[in-house]
């Protein structure tokens, strides 16, 4: 009779526990690495509304773990309010989707040295603002250029360095929309020419659209890109 009762709670735990974790269900853990002590968030933005989905105290042991229902890939965030009354740096956006999805980092650079794994559209981000963040470095330095007292009074000087400029910035578009033409399939498609590409030319940005895998297109950010170039026509 006990091994009965054994066998048919066992049994009940096993189902109990397959219901908890689902094909949907987004696992997000790691380590902050030197973290001794706050309270991380789990976020996301509900109805233009950053909200929090579960939180977690930190007290000597930076391991966390969350877990929560997902209907489609989408940008999460981890936020750490630390014991130092300072709130700046301190939130991880990340792609989230259904799986595991590992996020190591350490206390005092929470956002700036972060590791993530697991998230396909994740990846699929990081290639983008890995190549984009190029853009970025030599625009700042043809500003920085454009600012040496020395060329302030060298019109021609200024003028080739703008020149240049403009050539980066269109190179940036270029690549920008090329990834959106080439990565129909990824969820950080839509979100990435919402955020990165708004500025570029509509009927660029509609072939990209018309490009989407019919699941991306009907995805939260591909109805707010189709949203977006339906305002811009």
Known sequence: MMKRILFVLLVGFTVFSCEKSTEN????????KGLKKGTLYLQQFKDST???LDSLEIKGDGAFSFS??????????????????NDINDRITFFGESGNIVINTAWNTFDSNVEISGSKSHKKLLEFYDMVS?????ELSLAQQASLPQLQEDSIALDSLQRLL???????????LNFGLN???SYATPYIMLTEASEAN???LD?????????VAASKYGKEFKAFLEKSN
């Open 68 to 85: 929560t229902e997902v209907n489609e890939p989408e940008i999460f965030y981890l936020y750490l309010k630390k014991e130092d009354n």
């Open 166 to 176: 403009n050539q980066n910035t269109i190179s940036r578009y270029r690549y920008a």
């Open 207 to 215: 072939s990209i659209y018309k490009g989407l895998a019919p699941e």
């Open 50 to 52: 950053l909200s929090v």
């Open 183 to 185: 990565n129909g399939s």
């Open 134 to 138: 190029k853009f970025n470095i030599r």
């Open 25 to 32: 269900t987004m696992i997000v853990n790691g380590n902050i």
């Open 202 to 204: 509509p009927k660029y």
